[in-house]
């Protein structure tokens, strides 16, 4: 992997050695993943399972599949938008928490919560980037596991979480980094709001090469899921777990090519 790495990007011989506690050592991952902010810990852990339990993937724990995580975590983090008008869990109360649970979240990872299925099925297709990476949380998830992955993200955005707070982070475009390197499939977890910059990159994509997409109904805009939908074929898609009134999904897509083969992946109904 280091061979296509420039010069400045981590385990490069010109990159200063990180002192201890900065990002990149131990000392700071121990810090980030194990003693969370007391922003972070102020609901206790009962109250943030989700949390709770994404520290523990961090730290090296199986990541759990969705069915298990909603044997553990309750069935009201599952599709709201189609079915909480019924559900029991459909209090203020409820409501309010996992809201708070969800803000939380965000502040200290990210924006969604990966399954084992889709770390398992990502795994497959290494090696790969991430654009728009943030704290770098999925990233790590998926090197810790096995996997030959640059994150990369140009950090111009101002969010709850700390940009490459769990791996270290190349200050790319997503566009700039699909071209640095053609050959990996990518990655994207939730793609900014009312912006482009998923379609820029999606463009930039080789046929043949796979894009891994977490999103929800509010994420990117229109022409970049037209785009998406026009030079692309989806060959998967599997449910995530998701907070009151969102729909998390995990979508892989290959972008079409004349008299190849599209790869194939497994299918998933999540018909739990």
């Known amino acids: 992997m280091s061979g296509d790495r420039p010069p400045g990007y981590p385990g490069t011989a010109d990159l200063r050695s990180p002192q201890a506690g900065e990002p990149g050592t131990a000392e700071y991952f121990s810090h980030a993943v194990e003693r969370p902010p007391e922003r972070f810990t102020t609901l206790g852990d009962t109250l943030l399972p989700v949390s709770t339990e994404m520290r523990r993937w961090l730290n090296g724990d199986r990541v759990l599949s969705l069915a298990e995580q909603f044997k553990k975590f309750g069935p009201q983090y599952r599709d709201h938008l189609h079915g909480r008008r019924d559900s029991p869990f459909n209090t203020m109360e409820s409501t309010v928490q996992t809201l708070r649970e969800r803000d939380l979240f965000i502040a200290e990872f990210g924006f969604a919560v990966p399954s084992r299925e889709v770390i398992?099925?990502?795994?497959?297709?290494?090696?790969?980037?991430e654009i728009g990476a943030g704290s770098g949380a999925w990233s790590k998830l998926l090197k810790d596991r096995g996997a030959d992955i640059i994150a990369t993200d140009p950090k111009r955005e101002q969010y709850a979480f700390d940009h490459g707070r769990y791996i270290p982070l190349m200050p790319l475009q997503g566009k700039t980094a699909v071209r640095?390197?053609?050959?990996?499939?990518?990655?994207?977890?939730?793609?900014s709001l009312n912006e482009t910059w998923l379609r820029q990159a999606a463009r930039a994509m080789r046929p043949g090469r796979i894009l891994f997409v977490v999103r929800e109904d509010t994420c990117a805009e229109d022409s970049t899921w037209n785009y998406i939908a026009g030079a692309f074929r989806q060959i998967a898609s599997h449910e995530l777990l998701s907070w009151h009134f969102m729909h998390d999904?995990?979508?892989?897509?290959?972008?079409?090519?004349?008299?190849?083969?599209?790869?194939?992946?497994?299918?998933?109904?999540d018909s739990f």
């Open 120 to 129: 398992d099925l990502m795994l497959g297709y290494s090696p790969l980037i």
């Open 180 to 191: 640095r390197w053609p050959d990996r499939n990518v990655l994207c977890v939730w793609p």
């Open 249 to 269: 999904r995990f979508e892989a897509w290959v972008k079409k090519r004349k008299s190849h083969e599209i790869p194939e992946l497994p299918a998933n109904t």
